[in-house]
DNA sequence: CGAGTAAGTGTGTCTGAGCAACTAAGCTAG
DNA sequence: CTAGCTTAGTTGCTCAGACACACTTACTCG
């Protein structure tokens, strides 16, 4: 092939930042890792969003580095992943121009119990942050994570996907609710997730504390459902 | 500093592009561009959206560029301008393992007017494509863009940022319906359009071809706005 | 001067949210 | 064994708001 002068252009560096929910005890948690503590490092020691260079000679394309990285960490292989959007400039990376794409993914309890990296571990998300300090422009992405969930929620039945397979509809509201940090009204939730017709009944039934519940799972069509309006607590 | 031996990794093209619509002679355009003749580029002579890679000297972070490639091809300075994804894969461009960094923006048709670059020019849009075929994975981008508009406007009154500065309701009742590509009922649009208090009134009216009609223009907070349901066409 | 057209307003209907009451089923403590 | 507590799920009522349609007003043009 011929010479092509603009590929001589300095190319940013170009990473994947994967920012991983799942409920655990009761809250919405956020999955990072600590990065190595060797001083040719960025922010050693800081923790981060699980992420990193994009392998060109392995990674199809940028959901399949995502998903790769998603694996390492957590060993899920197939949860709901979806882009977030994605962060460059000059100056978020001491190490030179660097673009980010950044990706978020929920999690079932159930996977999220599994064997993590060594590196890895959950922390609570409190409002839209978390304890520690980020390192480079991870507390922003984080932030934009947790406000495009919590944004969809308002519209369609993501937090479904942060349900084990089966479950009753009490324990998917009290999934909304931790997602969305406030009560919902049982009776229009009911009406609205059945509405919305993203699950559906499961023969079987659960032995509660008090009473055997019904149980539902995600349908197989997972088109986002669009509710009408949004719901507002009771008082 | 000492040496990093990951940052020797082979790193992607980087790339923006911008998908750039106004309405002009009553429907939705995009800009594109003709790719150069010269055989050492790839798609020599196809049509592509505006874009090309960052400039790691020049461009201070993404948007920056979005917005200097935008600026570089109409002349606008400051429009809207919105993040819409990210592309990346190992064969999406023929020299080797490309991301671009897609963003979108609304032109008013004024602005859209203005002085072109010699090889800038709109094209109307058509369902969710174009009349030629695209270069690169830009048809998918396009295509992408275009859902996004109209499923934003459905919740949103973004089409109000293709308005020029001072508009009648019926004006932009009618800018809605090009973007939603359906009749909308002139009630409930009012109503919402009040509602969503994105628009305020101006003293002055506009001599239509039967009576004059009031004028409003976009409130300086430009805070996106939510509807409570979509809007049906009558009949 | 009358018909046509477009801007803007009024109105009845219907859906769904919010709230509370109620039933039913199982657990548990005495 | 039983009475009372807890929770799943249902039902009914009220109220607000959005939608569809129809009406009024005002201007133009022939």
Redesign the pocket.
């Known amino acids: 092939m011929p010479e092509k002068p603009e590929l001589d252009f300095p190319r940013p560096l170009t990473t994947v930042d994967v920012v991983i929910f799942a409920i655990r005890s009761d809250a919405l948690q956020v999955l990072l890792v600590q990065r190595p503590r060797a001083e040719t490092e960025p922010f050693p020691g800081a923790w981060a969003l699980p992420g990193g260079f994009v392998d060109i000679a392995g990674d199809r394309d940028l959901e399949a580095c995502a998903a790769r990285k998603l694996k390492d960490k957590t060993g899920v292989v197939s949860p709901y992943l979806e882009q977030l959007g994605s962060w460059g400039s000059a100056t978020r990376d001491p190490r030179g121009w660097s673009a980010t794409h950044a990706y978020f993914a929920l999690l079932p309890e159930h996977a999220a119990g599994g064997t993590l990296a060594a590196d890895a571990q959950w922390f609570a998300v409190e409002g839209e942050k978390v304890r520690p300090k980020l390192a480079f422009d991870h507390a922003e992405i984080l932030q934009a994570a947790v406000q495009r969930l919590r944004s969809k929620v308002e519209y369609t039945s993501l937090p479904a996907y942060l349900m084990p397979p089966e479950f009753?509809?009490?324990e998917l509201q009290r999934t909304f609710e931790i997602v969305l940090d406030r009560p919902l009204?049982?009776?229009?939730f009911?009406?609205?997730m059945l509405a919305a017709d993203l699950i559906e009944p499961v023969a079987r039934m659960r032995?509660?504390?008090?009473?055997?519940?019904?149980l539902y799972r995600l349908k197989k069509a997972r088109a986002p459902v669009f509710?009408?309006?949004t719901?507002?607590?009771?008082?």
Do not use: D, Y
């Open positions: 009753t509809l009490p009204e049982k009776s229009a009911r009406t609205r032995r509660g504390p008090n009473r055997p519940a019904q509710f009408a309006r719901f507002n607590p009771p008082g």
